[in-house]
């Protein structure tokens, strides 16, 4: 005898296992962030924060950052107009190019850097010739934060120019605007909301930057040690340290995806926006 089960059963079962799939996926991504708070001694956090080896840590990851973040901005936001806004053959490799860093394994990004850099490498001997090392000093790091930091803006930025309605630096351009104002006053101030989420991303990624960096810059304290190789280095030597240090990322990257989310909702809220100005459909004669 065939027994139906009932439809309202069906359902509570199969939100039953969505929801223990759910509780294990949750918990599992939740225990290492829950045992990192629980395990650290959070009473001595200010007294290790203070520690003149964590400040060395804190200054080199400061300075490389700023200026990596310096770079992916002035270099990254134009790189991404064009890309946004030019059709032509080759384009789609181009794009494959900016977005090929997020998916290589950070070694193959740091022994990369090492191959083009190095004094044997590909650009070693003119750079040689002009008196300049890379590897293994502080411009290493600030070039291994660019080369696995830049595509999370650059991507974020091209997408943010082609959602800029085509029409208004159209309008801006029949009223007389070359293309560098239209870039200026028009596509950049539009884009300024997904150029900014875009940032977010590659700051919160250049910030926990390790592969790459350790291979190509080495971990020297005061040199090229950042928070995440500063982990790495403290892990045998003062593990409570060490925690410590984890403990300021997770809070850093906490305080950055929240800000990535406000900003995202911002965007959200204004999308539907209209132009302040509506240009004239003949020209001023």
Same mark, same amino acid.
């Given at each position: 005898?065939?027994?139906?089960?009932? +439809?309202?059963?069906?359902?509570?079962?199969?939100?039953?296992?969505?929801?223990?799939?759910? !509780?294990?996926?949750?918990?599992?991504?939740?225990?290492?962030?829950?045992?990192?708070?629980?395990?650290?001694?959070?009473?001595?956090? %200010?007294?290790? =924060?203070?520690? +003149?080896? =964590?400040?060395?840590?804190?200054?080199?990851?400061?300075?490389?950052?700023?200026?990596?973040?310096?770079?992916?901005?002035?270099? !990254?936001? %134009? $790189?991404?107009?064009?890309? /946004?806004?030019?059709?032509?053959?080759?384009?789609?490799?181009?794009?494959?190019?900016v977005e090929l860093p997020l998916v290589l394994p950070p070694a193959v990004a740091g022994i990369g850097l090492l191959a083009a850099f190095?004094?044997?490498?590909?650009?070693?001997?003119?750079?040689?010739?002009?008196?300049?090392?890379? %590897?293994? $000093?502080?411009?290493?790091?600030?070039?291994?934060?660019?080369?696995?930091?830049?595509?999370? @803006?650059?991507?974020? /930025?091209?997408?943010?120019?082609?959602?800029?309605?085509?029409?208004?630096?159209?309008?801006?351009?029949?009223?007389?605007? *070359? %293309?560098?104002?239209?870039?200026?006053?028009?596509?950049?101030?539009?884009?300024?909301?997904?150029?900014?989420?875009?940032?977010?991303?590659?700051?919160?990624r250049g910030v926990g930057e390790f592969g790459a960096t350790i291979m190509f810059a080495g971990n020297v304290l005061g040199v090229t040690?950042?928070?995440?190789? !500063?982990? @790495?280095?403290?892990?045998?030597?003062?593990?409570?340290?060490? =925690? /410590?240090? *984890?403990?300021?990322?997770?809070?850093?990257?906490?305080?950055?995806?929240?800000?990535?989310? =406000?900003?995202?909702?911002?965007?959200?809220?204004?999308?539907?926006?209209?132009?302040?100005?509506?240009?004239?459909?003949?020209?001023?004669?």
């Amino acid at each position: 005898m065939h027994l139906s089960v009932p +439809p309202a059963t069906r359902r509570a079962g199969f939100t039953a296992l969505l929801a223990l799939a759910a !509780g294990i996926s949750l918990a599992f991504l939740a225990l290492p962030v829950v045992a990192l708070f629980t395990e650290a001694p959070l009473g001595q956090i %200010p007294d290790l =924060l203070s520690d +003149p080896v =964590l400040q060395e840590i804190l200054a080199v990851t400061l300075r490389t950052n700023l200026i990596a973040n310096a770079l992916i901005l002035l270099l !990254g936001t %134009p $790189t991404a107009y064009l890309l /946004a806004t030019r059709r032509f053959p080759g384009r789609a490799i181009l794009v494959t190019l900016v977005e090929l860093p997020l998916v290589l394994p950070p070694a193959v990004a740091g022994i990369g850097l090492l191959a083009a850099f190095s004094a044997g490498g590909l650009l070693g001997p003119p750079l040689e010739e002009a008196g300049i090392v890379i %590897p293994f $000093t502080e411009w290493a790091v600030v070039l291994a934060i660019t080369f696995v930091a830049s595509p999370f @803006y650059v991507r974020q /930025a091209i997408a943010a120019f082609e959602a800029v309605d085509p029409r208004l630096p159209d309008a801006a351009r029949t009223l007389g605007a *070359g %293309p560098a104002r239209t870039f200026l006053r028009v596509s950049l101030p539009l884009a300024a909301g997904g150029l900014l989420a875009g940032w977010v991303l590659a700051f919160a990624r250049g910030v926990g930057e390790f592969g790459a960096t350790i291979m190509f810059a080495g971990n020297v304290l005061g040199v090229t040690q950042t928070l995440p190789l !500063g982990i @790495y280095e403290q892990l045998d030597s003062n593990f409570d340290l060490a =925690l /410590a240090i *984890g403990v300021l990322l997770v809070i850093l990257s906490a305080a950055v995806l929240l800000i990535y989310k =406000l900003i995202s909702s911002w965007r959200s809220s204004i999308s539907t926006s209209t132009f302040p100005f509506r240009p004239s459909r003949s020209l001023p004669r």
